[in-house]
Nanobody, 124 residues
Framework: QVQLVQSGGGLVQAGGSLRLSCAAS????????IGWFRQAPGKEREFVAA????????YYGHSVTGRFTISRDNAKNTVYLQMNSLKPEDTAVYYC?????????????????WGQGTQVTVSS
């Protein structure tokens, strides 16, 4: 059974930083695409960033470009989302997701496995 286990998140002041982790159990990332999405109350799930595991290619949503960085650790089978210069509008539940076929998509329907979600709250 494949599980994506998220960690990190929490409460931070505006301008601060947080790092989210997404570790896979029951599956070793090889050709996957791993994405991060976020969902604020009353809003649709929004694409944040994605990485192609095999090529290392990265992709970012417009609202986080230049502030967030997605990366991977092959040995730990884990993807990270480093979030810097956080703003109150970054407040949301963040989800990681994986597509075993490696197709990087900016929409939730493109991903097969999902993490449990983690709350990120940025105070002003």
């Amino acid at each position: 059974q494949v599980q994506l286990v998220q960690s990190g998140g929490g409460l931070v002041q505006a301008g601060g930083s947080l790092r989210l982790s997404c570790a896979a159990s029951g599956r070793t990332f090889s050709s996957d695409a791993i994405g991060w999405f976020r969902q604020a109350p009353g809003k649709e799930r929004e694409f944040v960033a994605a990485i192609n595991w095999s090529s290392g290619g990265t992709y970012y949503g417009h609202s986080v470009t230049g502030r967030f960085t997605i990366s991977r650790d092959n040995a730990k089978n884990t993807v990270y989302l480093q979030m810097n210069s956080l703003k109150p509008e970054d407040t949301a539940v963040y989800y990681c997701a994986a597509d075993p076929l490696g197709v990087v998509a900016g929409v939730p329907d493109g991903y097969h496995y999902w993490g449990q979600g983690t709350q990120v709250t940025v105070s002003s």
